[in-house]
């Protein structure tokens, strides 16, 4: 599949979903309940688009216009800036700004991810599976919204790739814009370091030195604002309960937080609330379980030409995975498990069977076009 042929096919298949779910919306009551929403309907957007900032989207399109508040630098700062600085272009909408810098991000994303998919693993099918599984995740959704996954998605697969091709200075500057978009991104210090390990007798001490330190560049620098700004470095991290969904500051356990909602399950009444936790655990287990898996066999054959980059993007995404229930919930693990992007690897190569595949990523789509339609309509669903 070309690039252009898999770009058009992306974004009609997004189209697709937004047609669908938009229309779905018509069988589920509006609740829309959120901070500040009455600031979106200050651009004069149809409803539609207006919804796409829904929840954590209006946070960015308010820090962009008018810089981040008390408790708002819990939301890192490139997203923000890339948002305020399209607006300008847009005679200061930055709602639309919004939603134009997600849907590019996305669609230059995909392209990078195809590319570097295509040079480490030489197999089509591996290709087209993990596309396919990425397009299909239930909250796929959110890259096409004011969100930052799908920024996130284009620098990580861009640092991916120019890494797999040797252009280190160029990763490194994606590595670094990667953790100055979420906290997340310093976590390719896993895949650069192994890389720099593996080629430590090919590359200088300042060449791998430079792989170890661009991952955390973007987030040291954010720390420092935080400094300077407000006296604690990370503020971004200690202001997390003030947006609720039972974020706690100190470290909990897996184990803990599993036996949180093993409770809740046995003692709460059902409600929507109710199944959205069934739906965060369900969801953290199945790529959790998956990602694990794959590490095992990964370890188990030690391709020599692949085990580097397996073992990478595999840990990455465990800890990209990982990272938030250490705040004592799953809250939102569906839509951060979406960069977890070794899990759509693993499903492509672990699962031999087309048909099995086929169901996956139909299942898969009709979890995405409700998950979506309760997005629009103000439920909290990641």
């Known amino acids: 599949m070309t690039p252009l042929l898999l770009l058009s096919v992306a974004i009609l298949f997004r189209g697709v979903i937004l047609v669908l779910s938009s229309t779905a919306t018509h069988y589920i009551a509006y609740l829309g309940f959120f901070p500040y929403r009455d600031e979106l309907l200050l651009f004069h957007m149809p409803s539609l688009i207006t919804s796409l900032a829904n929840f954590d989207g209006v946070h960015y399109v308010l820090i962009a216009k008018n810089g981040y508040a008390q408790y708002t630098q819990a939301f890192f700062p490139l997203y923000p800036l890339l948002i305020r600085g399209l607006g300008s272009i847009l005679n200061h909408n930055y709602l639309v700004a919004g939603v134009v810098l997600s849907v590019s991000c996305f669609a230059v994303g995909i392209i990078y991810w195809k590319k570097f ?32 996954e799908a920024l996130f998605f284009l620098i990580v697969a861009a640092s ?92 909990i356990l897996l184990p803990q937080v599993i036996y949180r909602y093993l409770k809740i399950f046995y003692t709460a009444a059902p409600n929507f609330q109710y199944y959205m936790s069934v739906y965060e655990f369900v ?55 979406l960069l977890s992007l070794a899990f759509y690897i693993a499903l492509a190569r672990l699962i031999p069977n087309t048909k099995i595949k086929t169901v996956i990523a139909v299942v898969f789509t009709i979890a995405q076009i409700i998950t979506f339609a309760y997005f629009l309509q103000g439920y909290f669903v990641s």
Not at 162 to 168: A, D, E, S, V
Not at 226 to 234: A, C, K, Q
Request: hydrophobic share 50%; aromatic share 22%; glycine share 4%.
């Open 160 to 251: 991916l790739y120019y890494i797999r091709r040797n252009k280190l200075i160029v990763a490194g500057v994606f590595a670094a814009l990667a953790s100055f978009t979420r906290l997340a991104g310093i976590f390719l210090i896993i895949p650069f370091g192994i890389y720099a390990w593996v080629n430590r007798h090919k590359k200088s001490y300042v060449a791998t030195l430079y792989m170890f330190v661009a991952p955390c560049a973007g987030f040291a620098i954010y720390a420092a604002y935080l400094w300077i700004t407000t006296g604690d470095p990370f503020y971004f991290y200690h202001s997390q309960p003030a947006f609720g969904a039972h974020r706690s500051t100190h470290i």
């Open 283 to 337: 969801m953290f287990h199945i790529v959790f379980v998956t990602l694990c898996v794959d590490l095992f066999f990964i370890f188990k054959k030690k391709r020599s030409s692949l085990f580097p980059i397996d073992v990478g993007l595999s840990l990455f995404s465990l800890a990209n995975l990982m990272i938030p229930t250490l705040t004592g919930t799953f809250s939102a693990i569906p839509r951060y498990s």
């Open 117 to 148: 998919l295509d040079e480490a693993y030489h197999d089509s099918s591996i290709t087209f599976w993990s596309v396919v599984f990425l397009l299909t995740y239930p909250t796929a959704f959110f890259f096409n919204v004011v969100y930052t």
